[in-house]
C-alpha cells in the first residue's frame, strides 16, 4: 500500500454530519458531484488518467470552506499533503516544489502574490517539474500533489489562451452562514466520528470519474469559469467601461490609449501588459490597429454609456 490514511475504512460507514453541512452549503448536486470526483482524482496515477486541472474553492467568509479544508486535511492525512500557496509553488527557485513529492494533494488555504503562469499550467498537468532542496543538487519530480486552493480572490496574472484557463476548476461557494448558525467545532465532529462516511463519498466520486474518464459536467462550474475569463481581461474590461467599440472611421493613437489603459489596469489592481501585448489583445478583440505617419493608430470610436450598458 503505498498511501496509508489515518482511520478504520469501512465500507458501510455514512457521514450523515458531514453530508447535511455539504448540503447546507454546496446545495447545488452538480457541485458536490465535482468536488467529490476531484477528491478521488488526488489518489489517481498521471500516467493512469491525465485531466491536468487545479480546484479552486472560491468565496468570501463564513461559507463553509475552511470546514471543508480542516475535514480534507484529516482524511488525508498530514503525512500525505503539504499547504504551500500557489506563488510558492511556481517561484524559480523550486524549494516548495521539492516538498510536494509524494504527496497526494497540496491545499492550501489561500493564494496570493504574483503567479507564474506556465509553472503553474505544468504543475496542474503534472509534468515532470524541476525542484530542488535548499543546498541541495536540482531534480526533478515526477510524482507529486494534486492542486487544491481556498480562495477569496482568484489569480490576477493570467495568461489569454485555452491552455492556462482550462487548467481552473472553479467551485464558488456562493451561501454565507448567518453568525447564530455556525458552529466552530464542526470540523472536530465529523472528523471524530465520520471520517471513514467522507471517504466513502470520495470514493463513489473516484469511481463516477474513473467511469466517465473526466468531471461530470457543471453548468455553474463552466459560468465560473467564464466569469473569472471576462474579469481577468483588463483589456476588454477597459475597453468595455470606458465606452471604446471598433470604428473604421475613428481612430486614436496607440500610445494614448495604452497610457488609458495602464491609468485603469493599475487603478483595478490587475497584472499590467506591455505596450506590444495591449495591442495583440485589441487585434485577438477584432480590433483594427495599423501604423499611419502620426504613429500606431487604433480604429476605434468612444460612446457614452448609459449606466448598465456594455459594449463588448
Known amino acids: 500500500m503505498r498511501y496509508q490514511l489515518p482511520f478504520e475504512y469501512n465500507k458501510n460507514a455514512t457521514a450523515p454530519k458531514f453530508m447535511a453541512y455539504l448540503n447546507r452549503v454546496l446545495p447545488e448536486k452538480d457541485k458536490q458531484a465535482v468536488l467529490s470526483e476531484f477528491l478521488g482524482y488526488v489518489f489517481v496515477p498521471q500516467s493512469f488518467l491525465k485531466l491536468e486541472k487545479a480546484l479552486f474553492l472560491y468565496g468570501g467568509g463564513a461559507n463553509g470552506k475552511s470546514v471543508f479544508y480542516e475535514i480534507m486535511k484529516a482524511l488525508l492525512g498530514s503525512h500525505n499533503t503539504s499547504e504551500f500557496t500557489l506563488q510558492s509553488l511556481t517561484d524559480t527557485n523550486g524549494y516548495y516544489r521539492a516538498m510536494i513529492a509524494d504527496k497526494l494533494v497540496n491545499y492550501a488555504s489561500e493564494i496570493s502574490g504574483k503567479l507564474e503562469s506556465a509553472k503553474f499550467k505544468s504543475l496542474a498537468s503534472g509534468e515532470p517539474m524541476e525542484a530542488r532542496l535548499p543546498y541541495g543538487q536540482p531534480m526533478t519530480i515526477e510524482d507529486y500533489a494534486k492542486l487544491i486552493f481556498n480562495t477569496n480572490e482568484l489569480p490576477k496574472d493570467v495568461e489569454f ?17 448567518p453568525e447564530e448558525e455556525q458552529n466552530p467545532t464542526l470540523h472536530k465532529e465529523i472528523i471524530q466520528s465520520e471520517l471513514a462516511g467522507v471517504f466513502n463519498w470520495v470514493l463513489e466520486g473516484l469511481q463516477r470519474l474513473l467511469k466517465q474518464k ?24 477597459f475597453l468595455d467601461e470606458e465606452g471604446y467599440k471598433p470604428d473604421l472611421e475613428d481612430k486614436i493613437l496607440l500610445k494614448s490609449l495604452f497610457q488609458e489603459y495602464k491609468n485603469f489596469a493599475l487603478e483595478d489592481g490587475h497584472r499590467l501588459l506591455s505596450k506590444q501585448s495591449f495591442r495583440k489583445r485589441l487585434e485577438a478583440l477584432k480590433i483594427y490597429v495599423k501604423r499611419e505617419a502620426m504613429g500606431m493608430m487604433v480604429f476605434v470610436s468612444k460612446n457614452d454609456l448609459e449606466d448598465g450598458e456594455t459594449i463588448f
Not at 489562451?161 to 452562514?177: D, G, L, S
Open 161 to 177: 489562451n485555452n491552455a492556462f484557463f482550462r487548467r481552473f476548476i472553479i467551485i464558488p461557494f456562493e451561501v454565507t452562514i
Open 214 to 237: 473526466g468531471f461530470s459536467p457543471s453548468p455553474s462550474i463552466d459560468k465560473a469559469l467564464e466569469n473569472f475569463r471576462t474579469e481577468s481581461d483588463t483589456v476588454m474590461r
